[in-house]
């Protein structure tokens, strides 16, 4: 982050991917602990989930299967039953508990990522072992966040399902309902893809602002004006990679394309070191869009009053003020 606040605004989407490289390889010490102790792991479990959730409904299938051509009248037939409820059961604790997990270490990686990049914005000494005291503490801050976005998300959902309902009754798959059915499916992917680049911006907001939560989002969506064109386009990058590795993993390990179990093994390892730099890579680029828009909205980061804001988090500082932390116009 060696770039005047002033320049940061005009970094477009080449520009904001040119920066995170750099803030990754030159760092690439601390950002390789942070990752082999939070980022691998995520990794690991998003995979193992995708592998996992297969076998357990591949099961649940299969008994179902051996259930319908089974006399409803037979022993057998209330064996399967009670088995495929068993399965049911043992799938959604299963789901739970992985995105649980996965919820945890997404929230703990932001946290160390973001941190760490602040305190090299600042010039402030930084070692892993200081990141991990910090991680803990901000991770309060960031789930508070991720709960109203979590909420909001669900409203926006309802109120969605509310509108497709009444279109299946009014109109259906005929004549003009299905221009007002993709429509509509267009008006719900612009509104969810909006919503989750906020969240991932409010997430910022939360680590290097007195601001979490309800206010995080708020202050997030008004920083975003302006920059929304550019934060969709590295939102969708980050997407479609993100994708392609799920594809990879799912097709050629997860549904045996490749037949080999050495070429399975090795495209699993492939596939878990790709979504380490993706994974990575997206937290630096969230956080670095967080500078760009302060950069654009002129609001100056003063680099003192941000690193007395961070030792908050160690205790090594008493908390300032809203004011005083919130960073002046230049």
């Known amino acids: 982050m060696d770039r005047e606040q002033e320049d940061l605004q005009f970094l477009g989407f080449f520009g904001i991917f040119r920066e995170s490289f750099k803030i990754i390889f030159s760092w690439r010490r601390i950002f390789s602990r942070i990752t082999l102790s939070l980022i691998l792991p995520l990794s690991i479990i998003f995979l193992a989930h995708i592998q996992i959730s297969h076998i357990l409904f591949s099961k649940i299938m299969h008994n179902q299967e051996a259930r319908y051509f089974t006399r409803k009248d037979s022993p057998r037939y209330a064996q399967l039953s009670d088995i ?67 909420a909001i998300v669900l409203v926006y959902n309802i109120a969605s399902g509310v509108l497709f309902f009444i279109w299946a009754i009014n109109f259906g798959l005929y004549g003009i309902g299905i221009a007002i059915f993709i429509f509509l499916c267009i008006l719900y992917l612009v509104g969810f893809v909006y919503i989750s680049i906020v969240w991932h911006l409010a997430s910022v907001v ?125």
């Open 84 to 150: 495929i409820s068993s399965e049911w059961v043992a799938f959604w604790l299963f789901k739970v508990l992985y995105f649980t997990f996965l919820l945890i270490l997404s929230l703990l990686s932001t946290a160390a990522v973001v941190y760490t990049i602040a305190s090299i914005y600042t010039a402030k000494e930084i070692t892993f072992r200081k990141v991990m005291s910090v991680v803990p503490k901000v991770w309060k801050r960031l789930m508070v966040t991720f709960l109203w976005s979590f």
């Open 206 to 330: 939360s680590v290097l602002e007195d601001l979490y939560g309800i206010k995080a989002m708020i202050k997030s969506k008004s920083l975003i004006k302006g920059k929304m064109g550019v934060a969709v386009a590295v939102f969708f990058m980050l997407v479609v990679l993100l994708i392609g590795v799920e594809l990879l993993f799912e097709n050629l390990v997860v549904l045996n394309l490749a037949r080999n179990i050495g070429i399975r093994i090795g495209i699993g390892i492939l596939s878990v070191l790709l979504l380490v730099k993706v994974f990575l890579f997206g937290l630096v680029v969230q956080t670095v869009i967080y500078f760009v828009c302060k950069s654009y909205h002129h609001e100056n980061i003063d680099k003192s009053s941000l690193a007395d804001h961070l030792e908050v988090y160690l205790g090594e500082y008493v908390p300032l003020t809203a004011k005083d932390v919130q960073l002046g116009e230049f």
